[in-house]
């Protein structure tokens, strides 16, 4: 089925087999699957391009994996990018290595960090050669079309004026502050803190690695990026307000401390607050992910801690299971309820134990060093971890494989 339109007064109208809202990773992978499998998917896009600084960068092994089985990594593997292949931890002065991934069981033993906008433009080139994929930029979805309790489809406007795009299947992809979750209940699981980010320069000889910093109650990573270090500074939640009102100099003082060999660096890096990023943290997911008619994926179905970098992957995993468990339905007709609820109860399990992971680290590790204002001692599991190599996979593949991860099982049509 292509997309077919109609001119109805000024609102247009179209018609495809799935909508999705939102081509962040999650929408753009989701309809790349259905897509590749035959299925007519139209993606919405609010923005008019896919540039959006400190976004999620970290391309874990599980998303490695599926660009593999989707034949596509030795292209995307051309695109600028940085391996990192060990999590490091400094506590104070002592420094500890706590994961490697050179020992996953999977294609590609290390995280590539590359900008989110390269991702979604490489995804983007290869859903675009497929005749059934239509990608609407600048066209934002405002509000589903409801008929009694089922989800139609949804009204969207673009720089043409306002369309109706009708759909036997709405999938919200539009992230953590989602509109269109029609309804659906949202627990929010706190988070104790924020994050900024900002960025330093890089000098010859330093480390290409991912490093934690933990001293007189700062909390730190420094995420190599060959050309820069992708720094986050951990907050106490609201607290940029107040750091804001204190003044830059006080500001530069603080991360003086905490940037070990890159502190001569901050004074001349960071010159205005324009510089550094906040990211307010969120930890939520909905009750249920779907309605007659309307599947949330993606951070709209969960947002994630920053803790492990999980967000893309796992918004990538639930693309992929969308896909695997809606294409084959798509191809013949229109899911209902029960099929849309197949995929929350695949991805929900993962969802439930990372977040419960984030939480506990968030509670019982970051907000008693934020307030403690003080070094802490190093826990014994990062001890452990430190003097046992071999034991260093573990946290590797909890991070970079996650909780049962995906596979496309779905051939080419
Ligand atoms: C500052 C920051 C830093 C982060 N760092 C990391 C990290 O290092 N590692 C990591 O894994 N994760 C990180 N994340 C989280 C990660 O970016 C998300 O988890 C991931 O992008 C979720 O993908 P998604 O497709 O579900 O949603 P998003 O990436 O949020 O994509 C949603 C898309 O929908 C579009 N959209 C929104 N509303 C509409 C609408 N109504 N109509 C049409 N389009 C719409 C948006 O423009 C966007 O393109 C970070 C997030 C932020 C904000």
């Known amino acids: 089925m292509t997309v077919a339109r109609e001119a109805r007064g000024t609102l247009e109208s179209l018609s495809t087999t799935c909508v999705i809202a939102g081509a962040g990773p999650a929408g753009m992978m989701c309809g790349y699957l259905l897509a590749r499998a035959g299925v007519d998917v139209t993606v919405l896009e609010k923005h008019a391009d896919f540039l959006r600084d400190f976004r999620g960068d970290t391309v874990h092994p599980s998303t490695l994996q599926i ?45 590539a960090l590359m900008p989110q906008w390269d991702f979604l433009d490489f995804l983007a080139r290869q859903a675009r050669k497929l005749p059934n994929f239509h990608l609407l930029m600048q066209t934002e979805a405002r509000n589903l079309i409801l008929q009694d309790d089922l989800v139609r ?63 007189d109650g700062q909390l730190f990573v420094m995420i ?44 001349d890096a960071i010159t205005d607050f324009d510089q550094v990023k906040l990211l307010t943290v969120t930890v939520d997911r909905l009750e249920k992910w779907a309605r007659p008619g309307l599947l949330c994926i993606g951070d709209a179905a969960h947002a994630m801690s920053p803790i492990g970098g999980v967000g893309i992957n796992l918004a990538i995993q639930d693309a992929v299971a969308t896909a695997n468990i809606l294409a084959p339905i798509l191809q013949k007709g229109v899911p209902g309820l029960h099929d849309l ?60 494989m996650g909780v049962r991860p995906e596979h496309v099982r779905l051939p080419k049509p």
């Open 341 to 400: 609820q197949k995929v929350q109860a695949r991805r929900e399990f993962p969802t439930k134990v990372i977040q419960a992971f984030q939480v506990a680290a968030q509670n019982f590790l970051l907000a008693p060093t934020l307030t403690a204002m003080r070094t802490l001692k190093p826990p014994l599991l990062v001890k452990a971890l430190n003097r046992w190599p071999w034991l260093r996979q573990f946290p590797a593949r909890f991070i970079g």
């Open 153 to 215: 489809g949804v009204l969207a406007t673009s720089p043409d004026g306002d369309v109706e795009i009708k759909a036997g299947l709405t999938i919200a992809a539009d992230g953590r502050h989602s509109t269109l979750r029609g309804g659906l209940k949202v627990l929010d699981l706190g988070a104790p803190f924020d994050v900024l980010w900002l960025r330093l320069p890089v000098k010859p000889g330093d480390p290409a690695d991912l490093i934690g910093k933990v001293r």
């Open 67 to 111: 660009m593999h089985e989707l034949g596509l990594l030795e292209d995307f593997l051309k695109l600028p990018h940085t391996r990192i292949t060990t999590g490091n931890l400094e506590i104070g002065d002592a420094h500890f290595v706590i994961g490697d991934f050179s020992r996953l069981p999977t294609r590609c033993k290390f995280i």
């Open 224 to 267: 190599y990026r060959t050309d820069y270090w992708q720094c986050a500074y951990l907050i106490p939640k609201g607290g940029f307000d107040a750091i804001k009102a204190d003044g830059l100099s006080k500001f530069r003082a603080r991360l003086k401390q905490i940037a070990g060999f890159a502190a001569g660096r901050v004074d």
